[in-house]
């Protein structure tokens, strides 16, 4: 006790970490020493839940454990180094120091002992009860908010408890944040265990969310002095949009959501739209009936241009003509109501039930101002493209509605997300299309998702995107996140101005470029390179510098041998 001059209340605070009553504990291990002695001892039983502790030599918050001992008993050793303040809190320092330092983490084999950590790292030590509204707060700190549909039975449980405790009078939709004592939590966080405890061990693909939300948030604030550009005025309801209306947000594969400026501000998605179709048809259909009619190569025409290539059929689904012809595809012997309705739903599957409508106004407005799109269809029946017996007018009509379909970038962000989770939804862990259908999406939209500055824009950015004459833009990192983006004025081009540089100035703050991973090799073997970078590592993302990448490899060699 008192070892390493540490205080005796120090060491008091550890044993009430780990369930213990006492510790005993013997010469500590010098820094370097303790990981080549600790290899191999990784589980510990402390009052019955089976802990694993995993070591991390680039922390200063070093845990190891030994085997179990001949006397049945298990012996601990533990080298703590002098904490940053913000971590020394009120409460149990070891696991908060554990939950909060993003270099380290733990993990735990068993459900009910995971709920009695978490119960420990959050209990009021006077009251003996836990405030549900310290927990969210901490789950929003990682990038979990309030409203995921994920926590709804924890959400529904406190208020279930709540009422039947102290307020069996209220109303299920005025019920509060409640304080709950270790058995009514564990009752209530039973069906929300895994994403509250994978975010509180830091597992979550952005680790480190706070320094990822801040380095974007200065990204989105130099974009917003941007005042290039034109809002798009051919169709009549979208020249009405306000030039300076500026909206990001973000999604990642694990749910974790951000958003910025005005996400809630409605708009349609017109051709952001296309990416979705071509999905749904290739789950419905399969990709070789769907290919039988639309081609797969960037056209180097105009995205509405009258032509088709070579075998006489659209250059590709990502332009008019070719996702004309896909949404001749759905459901193709149905109503056109039927037709819609399905299509609709498919999109809500996307969005995991966020924010999805139809704006009435843009359809009318889209009808009335579409020669090119008719003279395209009357163009591709000549050289028949359709299927046999397809109507056009129900063709024309199914493709302006689709592009009439309304969100908003908070829900574009979650559509993008099921894309980057290879068509499982982030949200609620259900696939809405299957993998072969997300590569060929992906694939096209980064080689023809951006019009006539696809090409460029692979090259810069390097990532899967669409945009949409509306002004917003849809940005796909694989196995990462989903990025939805909203900017009326566009370019030349018909890209938003403001999105297409958040974008590059996106990857140069992380190696998100789909060919990073190349650079990154040669930064290893030569040590060039300031700029931040990202390790991946079983899907995860955190902010490293060339000595932890260093630290890496030789941590891979090692395991290796």
């Not at 510790?23 to 600790?38: D, M, P, Q």
């Not at 006077?126 to 995921?148: A, F, N």
């Not at 019920?175 to 004592?181: F, H």
Request: overall charge positive; proline content about 4%.
């Amino acid at each position: 006790v008192g070892a390493r001059g540490l205080p005796a209340l120090m060491w008091r605070q550890l044993a009430t970490a780990l369930g213990c009553r006492s510790l005993r504990f013997g010469a500590l291990r010098e820094h370097g020493k303790l990981n080549t002695w600790s290899q191999g001892c990784r589980c510990i039983m402390l009052h019955g839940r089976n802990i694993d502790w995993r070591n991390d030599s680039r922390t200063v918050h070093e845990v190891a454990v030994s085997p179990m001992s001949s006397s049945g008993r298990n012996t601990v050793v533990m080298e703590l180094l002098q904490l940053p303040n913000k971590m020394s809190v009120t409460g149990s320092v070891v696991a908060r120091a554990l939950s909060s330092d993003s270099m380290a983490n733990y993990s735990t084999r068993v459900t009910g002992g995971t709920m009695d950590v978490i119960f420990d790292l959050y209990r009021n030590r006077d009251t003996e009860t836990l405030s549900v509204h310290e927990l969210l707060k901490s789950l929003h700190k990682c990038g979990i908010r309030e409203d995921d549909p994920r926590l709804n039975s924890f959400i529904r449980a406190v208020a279930d408890e709540e009422r039947r405790q102290f307020l069996p009078d209220l109303p299920p939709s005025e019920s509060t944040a409640a304080n709950l004592d270790r058995d009514a939590f564990k009752r209530c966080v039973s069906g929300s265990i895994g994403i509250i405890a994978k975010a509180l061990k830091k597992h979550l693909v952005v680790p480190d969310w706070s320094t990822f939300v801040a380095v974007v948030t200065e990204i989105f604030e130099s974009c917003r002095k941007i005042n290039d550009g034109k809002v798009a005025d051919y169709i009549p309801q979208l020249a009405r949009s306000n030039p300076s209306s500026w909206a990001l947000s973000i999604c990642t594969v694990d749910g974790q959501r951000r958003s910025w400026g005005n996400s809630s501000l409605s708009f349609t998605l017109q051709s952001v739209s296309k990416p979705f179709t071509y999905a749904i048809a290739l789950e419905e259909l399969g990709a070789d009936e769907v290919h039988g009619y639309v081609g797969q190569e960037p056209s180097g025409r105009l995205f509405n241009e009258i032509c088709l290539n070579h075998n006489k059929k659209p250059h590709n689904p990502m332009i008019n003509a070719g996702a004309i012809l896909v949404v001749s595809l759905l459901k193709r012997n149905n109503s056109l109501s039927d037709r819609f309705d399905f299509a609709l739903q498919q999109l809500k599957n996307f969005a995991c039930n966020g924010y999805v409508g139809f704006n009435n106004a843009v359809f009318l407005s889209e009808r009335e101002t579409a020669d090119r799109n008719y003279a395209l269809s009357y163009y591709m029946r000549e050289h028949k493209c359709f299927p046999r017996n397809t109507s056009l007018q129900d063709t024309l009509d199914l493709y302006f509605q689709l592009c009439s379909i309304e969100t908003n970038t908070d829900t574009l962000a979650v559509m993008a997300a099921t894309l980057a989770n290879g068509g499982v939804s982030p949200l609620g862990a259900k696939r809405v299309v299957c993998n072969r259908a997300v590569r060929d999406t992906l694939s096209l939209m980064y080689s023809c998702g951006m019009y006539d500055y696809s090409g460029q824009f692979a090259f810069t950015v390097g990532l899967p995107a669409k945009s949409g004459v509306s002004g917003d833009l849809m940005i796909v990192v694989p196995n990462v996140m989903g990025i939805g983006i909203y900017s009326p004025p566009l370019d030349s081009l018909g890209n938003t101005v403001r999105g297409v540089k958040f974008a590059k100035q996106l990857v140069e703050k992380f190696n998100f470029h789909n060919y990073d991973s190349v650079c990154m090799i040669y930064e290893r073997r030569c040590g060039k390179g300031n700029r931040v970078q990202v390790e991946f590592s079983r899907g995860a993302m955190a902010e490293v510098n060339p000595a932890r990448i260093a630290q890496h490899v030789t941590d891979s060699a090692r395991r290796r041998e």
